[in-house]
Every structure is written in structure tokens, then in C-alpha cells.
């Protein structure tokens, strides 16, 4: 089992930068595919990002194209957390970010995908004023 609580969320003005965490429990961190959902009011939630374990060391990063160039999912192993900066943020970036986990390997298209993921955090609110 693997719990999953995000942070960094705010009010901020358009352009302006924010930073998302996401603490993971558990040993084996390394080895989970972790990614960036969002969910707008009204709005289905939505693929933003995902950082995706191939093996031992090697990850590949995925984007949304309406986030691609201003926002960046990484990792830091050693603390169990993957972070999503968000850069030149926009007034339709306004969203409950959630971050997810699965340690299962799919094909890289299958990870945008929100029934992909097996554990979800409780989210965070993000809302960019313009």
C-alpha cells in the first residue's frame, strides 16, 4: 500500500511559478511510476504529467502539449517525492492537482490514462488569478 500526500498549492497570478510535491510511503519508491493529474470544476480530471520507471535507473518523463515547455515533473528518490514545477502559469491551470503511483509497466501512451494507476493522493487546490 502506498499513500500518497501532495503540497504547494496556492493562489498565485498568471505567470507567476508554483511548485507541487508529492511524499510517498513506503521502500520502494524508486520503482513506481508516479504521475500529474488535474481536475478542473465541471471538468473530467485530466493527464498533466508522468515520470515513469523503464528500469534500475532509467525514467522517461510525458507531458500534456498544454503544459509541455512550462512545467517539469522530477523526482528525488531519496525523500520519496516527486515534485511538478509549473511555470508561467495560466488562469486555465486553475485545478485540484492530484499526484498517482502504479509500479505496473505500460506503454507510454497507457500512462496519461487515469485507470493506469493504482494510488492517488488527496490533491491540492492550484488557482491562478489573471
Known amino acids: 500500500q502506498v499513500q500518497l500526500v501532495e503540497s504547494g498549492g496556492g493562489l498565485v497570478q498568471a505567470g507567476d511559478s508554483l511548485r507541487l510535491s508529492c511524499a510517498a510511503s513506503g521502500r520502494t519508491f524508486a520503482s513506481y511510476s508516479m504521475g500529474w493529474f488535474r481536475q478542473a470544476p465541471g471538468k473530467e480530471r485530466e493527464f498533466v504529467a508522468a515520470?515513469?520507471?523503464?528500469?534500475?535507473?532509467?525514467?522517461?518523463?510525458y507531458y500534456a502539449n498544454s503544459v509541455k515547455g512550462r512545467f517539469t515533473i522530477s523526482r528525488d528518490n531519496a525523500k520519496n517525492t516527486v515534485y511538478l514545477q509549473m511555470n508561467s502559469l495560466k488562469p486555465e491551470d486553475t485545478a485540484v492537482y492530484y499526484c498517482?503511483?502504479?509500479?505496473?509497466?505500460?506503454?507510454?501512451?497507457?500512462?496519461?490514462?487515469?485507470?493506469?494507476?493504482?494510488?492517488w493522493g488527496q490533491g491540492t487546490q492550484v488557482t491562478v488569478s489573471s
Open positions: 515520470h515513469t520507471w523503464s528500469s534500475r535507473t532509467v525514467y522517461y518523463a
Open positions: 498517482a503511483a502504479v509500479q505496473r509497466q505500460y506503454d507510454s501512451n497507457q500512462y496519461r490514462q487515469r485507470e493506469a494507476y493504482d494510488y
